[in-house]
């Protein structure tokens, strides 16, 4: 067996050096062949292509967080090479999703082992920009535009600029056409869901499924302390997802417009200013390295 190892060094501002050599005992023990790539930030898609080209390994393991995992994705993008996850980042999102074991050297060891390989959806937005787990405009995008700038990391500091957002709260308007529907809203944020949660555990819609096919679109209108109760809550108990404030629609492919450009985050990276976008989606555009423990392979069943 050969695997490529694609590494974030930076990512969550983690030590990745300690892992990388149990990694390395791990398969010198089994007698796996493997190598490591480590992203920097430039062509690192191109160059995961090529790597794999030359390497051909049997199995791709991102190393990071969404952000890393995203980038593994699409550079493997409706191709059949199997993808795992070793969640080592600052928001590791969809590796909670997808049950992931949040212990890096197990989820190795699942991502090796496991024989159970799945379809996970992809999204595709304007520019050939991807997503698989959640993207947004509006309120969060800001907020994930102003953490990526600040060298600190953590819960503490995306509460920082989540409570300076919340002061501002600037509506705009956005027209949605799907297959099957038109709708126009004022609105605060709009979220494009392949999943239910984000990093922090807050969840933004029930229906969410990386493997259905289809995606959610969340409009939320009003952002208050009484919503933001509700969603908190809902980390614990779904129930609470009832919220007047949003409006969730379902597709497969939709056109979005809104009155002014703006800022769109895809999986926790920044992807430009938009005022326009369309957005498809590759059903089952990656093979993903799952095992039992990932509940929405109960719905699949």
């Known amino acids: 067996m050969k695997i490529l190892l694609i590494v974030n060094p930076v990512s969550g501002g983690e030590e990745k050096d300690r892992f990388m050599k149990e990694a390395e005992k791990l398969c010198r023990r089994y007698g796996i062949k493997y190598k490591a790539f480590e992203t920097t930030g430039k062509d690192d898609r191109e160059k995961i292509q090529r790597r794999v080209e030359s390497f051909d390994p049997d199995r791709i393991v991102a190393v990071g967080g969404d952000g890393t995992v995203l980038l593994t994705v699409t550079a493997v993008l ?141 409009i939320i209108e009003d952002i208050n302390i009484s919503s933001m109760i509700k969603r908190g809550l809902a980390k614990f108990d779904e129930r609470f997802l009832k919220d007047r404030n949003s409006t969730v629609i379902h597709a497969t492919e939709a056109k979005v417009s809104f009155n002014r450009k703006l800022l769109l985050q895809l999986d926790g990276e920044v992807a430009g200013e938009y005022k326009q976008l369309t957005i498809r989606i590759h059903k089952g555009g990656v093979r993903l390295i799952t095992h039992t423990g990932n509940e929405y392979l109960d719905d699949q069943a």
């Open 78 to 218: 409706d191709t059949d090479h199997p993808v795992g996850i070793v969640p080592m980042g600052s928001a590791n999102g969809m590796a909670e999703e997808l049950g992931v074991n949040p212990d890096p050297l197990e989820a190795l060891k699942d991502a090796i082992m496991s024989t159970i390989v799945v379809g996970l959806d992809v999204l595709e937005f304007s520019g050939k920009k991807y997503s698989i787990h959640i993207g947004d405009v509006g309120t969060n995008a800001r907020i994930v535009e102003k953490y990526e700038k600040d060298p600190n990391r953590g819960m503490s500091v995306y509460a920082k600029y989540f409570l300076d957002e919340m002061r501002k709260n600037e509506p705009f308007e956005v027209q949605i056409e799907t297959e099957d529907k038109k709708i126009t809203k004022n609105a605060l944020m709009v979220a494009f869901c392949n999943s239910r949660k984000y990093g922090t555990g807050i969840p933004l819609t029930k229906d969410g499924n990386p493997m259905d096919g289809k995606f959610e679109i969340v």
